[in-house]
């Protein structure tokens, strides 16, 4: 009933730059919180960054300062401005949308399917 479809991960150098971008769509009457989680190998999910549906901003201390998120509620969309990547950034990241309000009057949270963000040194 929600699909999160992720965009623009692939292979960069360290210290450059990625976007990812994550769309929702589905019988969707409004989106709650969105965010990021990213993946190592061998190591847990975890947060990289949230947003509240009206802007609040939560990051790991991990990327504060280097990464950047926002969304268009619009279009039902969120981003992930990645600066200043390092090889330990490396992870599938996994975008979440949160509290999803259906046309049926249902809520679901949604996981997309993940896509892979490697940084070389």
């Known amino acids: 009933q929600v699909q999160l479809v992720e965009s623009g991960g692939g292979l960069v150098q360290a210290g450059g730059s990625l976007r990812l971008s994550c769309a929702a769509s589905?019988?969707?009457?409004?989106?709650?919180?969105m965010g990021w989680y990213r993946q190592a190998p061998g190591k847990q999910r975890e947060l990289v960054a949230t947003?509240?549906?009206?802007?609040?901003?939560n990051y790991a201390d991990s990327v504060q300062g280097r990464f950047a998120i926002s969304r268009d509620n619009a279009k039902n969309t969120v981003y992930l401005q990645m600066n200043s990547l390092r090889p330990e950034d490396t992870a599938v990241y996994y975008c979440?949308?949160?509290?999803?309000?259906?046309?049926?009057?249902?809520?679901?949270?949604?996981w997309g399917q993940g896509t892979q963000v490697t940084v070389s040194s």
């Open positions: 979440n949308a949160g509290n999803v309000l259906l046309y049926s009057g249902h809520f679901r949270d949604s």
């Open positions: 589905g019988s969707i009457l409004r989106v709650g919180d």
């Open positions: 947003i509240a549906r009206y802007g609040n901003t």
